[in-house]
């Protein structure tokens, strides 16, 4: 069983950017496909990236394709969200989660682990 613990959330102005960070222990991070997701007030749970274990192959959401960067360090055990042209909508809390099967997906019911979230606000 893997723990995941966000960071790197704060508050931006539209345009800017900012790098998220999950921290993973307790597990084999390396054999987990692992995602970002978000969930901003009073909205759905919304798939943000993902990156297969062996970083062969990483996929997007629509809303964030050429603007977002997903990536890791299998040697240290961290998963990175670059975030670039930030825009208001783009507020919400951001999850990253991990998935025993590699699928790559962009439903969060297949992801088996979750980390408690880190905040991230774009203002006007």
């Known amino acids: 069983q893997v723990q995941l613990v966000e960071s790197g959330g704060g508050l931006v102005q539209a345009g800017g950017s900012l790098r998220l960070s999950c921290a993973a222990s307790?597990?084999?991070?390396?054999?987990?496909?692992m995602g970002w997701f978000r969930q901003a007030p009073g909205k759905e749970r919304e798939f943000v990236a993902a990156?297969?274990?062996?970083?062969?192959?990483?996929y997007y959401g629509d809303s964030v394709k050429g603007r977002f960067t997903i990536s890791r360090d299998n040697a240290k055990n961290t998963l990175y969200l670059q975030m670039n042209s930030l825009k208001p909508d783009d507020t919400a809390v951001y999850y990253c989660a991990a998935d025993r099967e590699n699928l790559l997906s962009g439903s969060a019911y297949l992801y088996d682990y979750w980390g408690q979230g880190t905040q991230v606000t774009v203002s006007s």
């Open positions: 307790g597990g084999t991070f390396r054999i987990y496909a």
């Open positions: 990156i297969t274990r062996g970083i062969e192959r990483a």
